[in-house]
């Protein structure tokens, strides 16, 4: 298997970033795929589950939640879920949550798996020859390498597949007065809970199945508004 210096390039492009530019994502995309459409399959899939963090905004919640279904096109996937978790923190101004998806890709979802190709001895080669040679964009190859567990996916965004959602605990005093615990006792119960790094104040991420209880609350919440401004309508 011969990798090719445009393939090499488009690669470390799509790994060095966009900026939120959505007009040059688009062209990585299209360099992306048309260089890797030829790759052997162990390098086109993927056997367990892939995650991505996301920050989901007011306006999109429609598609993700209700639709179960925002296209986003070719996107950078995690086969670590701990790197998805800590990806970007837990907290963005004017985010509605930050939300983890998992999603078990098809074949034909998935562009390049970045890990799978890293075992890969020749390819390894070609990355160290296309460096010495000064490649464009082989700075990105070399400092990313697997170290992301990144896989690159052509994979909808589905309310279905959200496994946790970002959340703050109840401020300490709350919780303590909901427990019935006496102010005075209240300093050393907060000092045992960060020896145990327990930070009651602290954004943190649902479960998976508190996750999906307040998905398909929202989706009821929703179905009554649309069938009630429906009635009205009629």
């Known amino acids: 298997m011969t990798f090719t210096d445009d393939f090499l390039k488009a690669l470390g492009a799509w790994q060095k970033g966009w900026n939120e530019d959505q007009s040059k994502k688009a062209k990585l995309e299209v360099e992306l795929k048309s260089t890797t459409e030829h790759l052997p399959k162990k390098y086109k899939s993927v056997s367990t589950p892939c995650y991505r963090k996301r ?15 925002k296209d986003e096109g ?9 790197y998805a978790e800590r990806f970007k923190g ?33 390819f390894t080669l070609a990355v160290q020859n296309y460096t010495e040679r000064q490649g464009e964009h082989s700075d990105a190859l070399n400092n990313f390498k697997a170290s992301q567990g990144e896989v690159i996916l052509s994979s909808p965004l589905k309310g ?21 615990i006496e102010e005075e006792k209240r300093d050393d119960y907060y000092r045992q809970l960060v020896e145990q790094d327990i930070y009651p104040n602290e954004i943190q991420y649902t479960t998976k199945e508190g996750t999906q209880r307040v998905i398909q609350k929202t989706i009821k919440r929703m179905d009554a508004l649309i069938q009630s401004v429906m009635g009205k309508d009629i």
């Not at 920050?55 to 279904?69: C, N, S």
């Not at 949550?97 to 979802?109: D, K, L």
């Not at 279905?160 to 019935?180: K, M, N, R």
């Open 160 to 180: 279905s597949e959200i496994i946790a959602l970002t959340g703050a605990a109840s401020p300490f005093d709350e919780l303590c007065e909901q427990a019935g």
């Open 55 to 69: 920050f989901l905004h007011k306006g999109e919640l429609y598609e993700i939640i209700m639709v179960d279904e």
């Open 90 to 122: 837990v907290y963005k101004a004017n985010a509605v949550s930050g939300a983890i998806f998992e999603h078990s890709p098809t074949s034909e979802e998935v562009i390049v798996n970045i890990c799978e190709l890293w075992k890969c001895e020749q």
């Open 74 to 82: 070719v996107t950078s996937w995690t086969i670590d879920k701990r």
